[in-house]
């Protein structure tokens, strides 16, 4: 089917409609157009909210299970320990822009790049906490386990698990806030999450969407602290929270 | 700006011939990352210190403390870049520097706070006792010995300001983020090149606050 | 007790969050790989993976025909910001998409490297006849064109007193910005380096910041802004005469996949499409751009009000 256009078939041009000029508020790229937040809250903001929380969970949760292992490896087998904990330092030494891009050759411009890279970011903060936590568990504890006699698995579950969550806990909340900062960098490869809102925003030098894509950032960031903090009081009443 | 050369073993031996081929760019580029880093570094010292400092002494704003350590890492770099860029509708060096400052502050607020918020107060009350003034308590007493944990705090605001300077390079405000950016310009031999560079800077300067860490800790140890 | 709840609790938290993070990691590896690719299913539509490239007229194109295909039965699956051309064109070689709005002269000076020709039809045609040799081909192209510029404050432009690219060669140094694709284009810095003769040029790569910026705060000469672009409209900035016309006619059409036309549906995809494309003169897209870029409305919102006044979607 060869046909070039500028047949356009009958009548004239098209039927331009009228999109407006935008609010003054909008042609000047103003910080709080409450308007716009409201007509573009449904094809834009929410959509991006609900990536980022997407991406936020599934790095915070393979990043937990990955780190949980890592973390009895490099707790019960010592000599593991040192080279485990360099290596995710040096993850989180890589920015994470490069990281994104030298992972694009293997995993491509989608998500899973990005989950990739958020992973190793968490893994930093939970090996950390986690060994630590667990070490943190004081001899006596210990050596009551062994006077009462339980095994080795039990003792690791009564005393030393219980023991070490405050500590886990308080790396998980560290690892999740930074996780939904980070997520933010994510636009750069693929358009998902509210990192998105806020480049346009940038490119097109208008306040409000960066403004409306930063706050709702930074309070996913705080709304999920503080539900994992009430999380850890809820199971850990003894320990302190901070 | 990201594109779909491919990534093989021979890429790692490449980076290493990238920077060798490129020891001039690569060490500019690595000084305006660190002349970036360290600026901002310097900025957000002067403005916490004082403060985390002050306060940890009198043991107040422990809420403070913590609140703005929660929200410091709660703050999105591209946000706070985006932020400054559109607010003063300029583009370079301070509109970087000043979201890299807002980033700094958190760690090293907080860990100033509980460094000196830590000292044993019957040392402190010691010293109450032996005449010092409140400022000669801190400056005397409190600071030293509170100074491995404030170190450490600076170690942890170092790696992370030096590895989110990157970003800068994004929009314009060069260091070795320019060249991670632009992989179109550099190859991917080239990106993973200005990644390794960022790292050594990172690990080289938390190596060198670390060793001023140990030596505070040291000297503070109790002789037996 | 006391101390056996909270024992109890600990354990039991643990394990409950190690299970919920292994569902969600289960779920997220077998929900992220589905989608990719489709096969033409022979008599019911077939799904159009409909990719655009990571600028808002792109965007706008993509929404534009995505919505129109749509409204006729076909189910269409947006794969928005994917990149250059040569990226995207790597996705639709490799079956990652089968449908994207393309510009003619970029297929034939950048992808196809050959001689630009000197008609926008004939254009048309040499484009077609690339893409039919690679399992591809081209619909109906638009009336409007995109033309990558020369652009220059106004006031810049005046100091140095040129008025079309050729005057540049009397410049000494000058920098100009562009995507990082530019760099080996001829349609962008290899023609200016090598049509023109402007070896002095300066490239500054643009990514995040809009051109407009970069020549607002004085950080380059000159940019590559494209020439349906709102800010071009203003007098504030000035696209020089591209009197050796290196940057070709880029009028918009559909690259899409062979496969995607064949079959009973292909006839209807393809009328529809054209029928779109019939409909995007120079005024609209500058209207719809303008009402994106200035009045900042979503170019989802932008397409469905364009295509409902037109009768392509209800």
Request: aromatic content about 8%.
């Amino acid at each position: 089917m060869s046909g070039w256009l500028l047949a356009a078939g009958g009548g004239g041009g098209p039927v331009i409609p009228n999109f407006g000029q935008g609010s003054a508020c909008e042609r000047s790229g103003g910080w709080f157009c409450t308007d716009w937040v409201r007509a573009n809250w449904d094809s834009t903001l929410q959509p991006a909210l609900v990536q980022h929380i997407e991406l936020t969970v599934v790095a915070v949760a393979v990043g937990f299970v990955i780190a949980s292992v890592l973390a009895l490896v490099g707790y019960r087998w010592r000599p593991f320990d040192l080279p485990l904990g360099v290596f995710t330092d040096f993850l989180y030494t890589i920015p994470s822009l490069a990281l994104f891009t030298l992972l694009v050759p293997f995993t491509g411009l989608t998500v899973t790049t990005v989950e990739i890279a958020l992973i190793s970011y968490t893994l930093f903060v939970l090996y950390r906490n986690m060994v630590a936590g667990l070490r943190g568990v004081p001899e006596e504890a210990l050596e009551v386990a062994r006077g009462m006699g339980l095994t080795r698995v039990q003792t690791f579950f009564r005393v030393e698990l219980p023991l070490a969550s405050p500590a886990m806990f308080a790396g998980l909340r560290i690892a999740t806030v930074s996780t939904v900062s980070i997520a933010t960098v994510a636009a750069f490869v693929i358009p998902k999450g509210l990192g998105e809102p806020i480049l346009t925003g940038l490119q097109q030098s208008f306040g409000t969407e960066i403004l409306a894509g930063s706050l709702l950032a930074i309070l996913l960031a705080l709304t999920a602290d503080g539900l994992l903090a009430l999380f850890q009081r809820g199971v850990t009443p003894w320990s302190r929270i901070r | 700006m990201i594109l779909g050369d491919s990534f093989t073993p021979g890429t790692f031996v490449d980076a290493f011939r990238f920077i060798g081929d490129h020891a001039t760019l690569m060490l500019d580029k690595t000084g305006e990352t660190a002349e970036l880093s360290f600026a901002a570094l310097g900025v957000a010292l002067l403005l916490s210190l004082p403060l985390g400092l002050w306060l940890g002494h009198r043991h107040r704003g422990l809420f403070l403390a913590l609140g703005v350590s929660t929200l410091g890492r709660a703050l999105p770099i591209i946000a706070l870049v985006a932020f400054f860029i559109t607010l003063f509708g300029s583009i370079g060096f301070w509109v970087n520097a000043a979201a890299l400052i807002v980033l700094a502050i958190p760690p090293l607020l907080t860990n100033a706070y509980f460094g000196v918020d830590g000292v044993d107060r019957d040392v402190v009350e010691a010293a109450r006792g032996m005449g010092l003034k409140e400022p000669q308590i801190l400056s005397r007493v409190e600071l030293p010995l509170g100074l491995p944990l404030l170190l450490a705090g600076v170690r942890i605001a170092a790696v992370f300001v030096i590895a989110t300077a990157t970003i800068a390079g994004t929009v314009g405000g060069g260091g070795l983020g320019e060249i991670i950016a632009n992989q179109a310009s550099y190859g991917l031999s080239g990106v993973l090149a200005a990644a390794l560079c960022v790292s050594a800077l990172a690990l080289l300067t938390a190596f060198v606050i670390g060793l001023a860490q140990r030596a505070a800790s040291r000297r503070m140890a109790p002789r037996t | 007790m006391y101390r056996k709840h909270t024992r109890r609790a600990a354990k039991a938290a643990f394990a409950v969050s190690l299970g919920v993070a292994l569902l969600i990691g289960l779920a997220a590896c077998g929900g992220g790989g589905g989608g990719n690719t489709t096969t033409t299913q022979t008599a019911s539509k077939p799904t159009i993976i409909l990719g655009s490239k990571n600028f808002s007229e792109e965007t706008l194109l993509g929404q534009l025909y995505g919505q129109a295909l749509t409204a006729k039965g076909f189910k269409v699956v947006y794969k928005p910001s994917i990149g250059s051309s040569e990226l995207i064109d790597t996705a639709i070689k490799s079956n990652k998409i089968n449908f994207y709005p393309e510009y003619t002269g970029v297929i034939v000076l950048d992808l196809a490297k050959e001689k630009s020709p000197k008609t926008a039809n004939a254009t048309f045609r040499a484009a077609k006849k690339y893409e039919e040799g690679r399992g591809l081909t081209l619909l109906n192209a638009t009336p409007f064109e995109d033309v990558d510029t020369f652009t220059m404050l106004t006031t810049k432009a005046n100091a140095l007193g040129v008025h079309k690219i050729s005057d540049m060669t009397k410049v000494a140094r000058f920098s100009y910005a562009g995507y990082p694709e530019c760099q080996t284009r001829a349609t962008c810095l290899l023609g200016l380096k090598n049509v023109y003769g402007l070896k002095q040029v300066q490239f500054k790569p643009l990514s995040t910041i809009s051109v407009y910026t970069l020549l607002d705060n004085g950080t380059v000469t000159a940019g590559d802004g494209f020439s349906t672009d709102p800010q071009q409209l203003q007098k504030k900035y000035t696209a020089l005469v591209d009197d050796k016309h290196i940057f070709g006619f880029q009028n918009v059409a559909p690259v899409v996949s062979q496969k995607l036309v064949s079959g009973s549906n292909g006839k209807l995809l393809e009328d529809t499409a054209n029928a779109v494309s019939a409909k995007l003169t120079l005024n609209a897209m500058q209207q719809m751009n303008n009402a994106v870029v200035v009045a900042k409305a979503s170019p989802t919102l932008v397409a469905k009000k364009f295509l409902q006044a037109n009768g392509c979607r209800s």
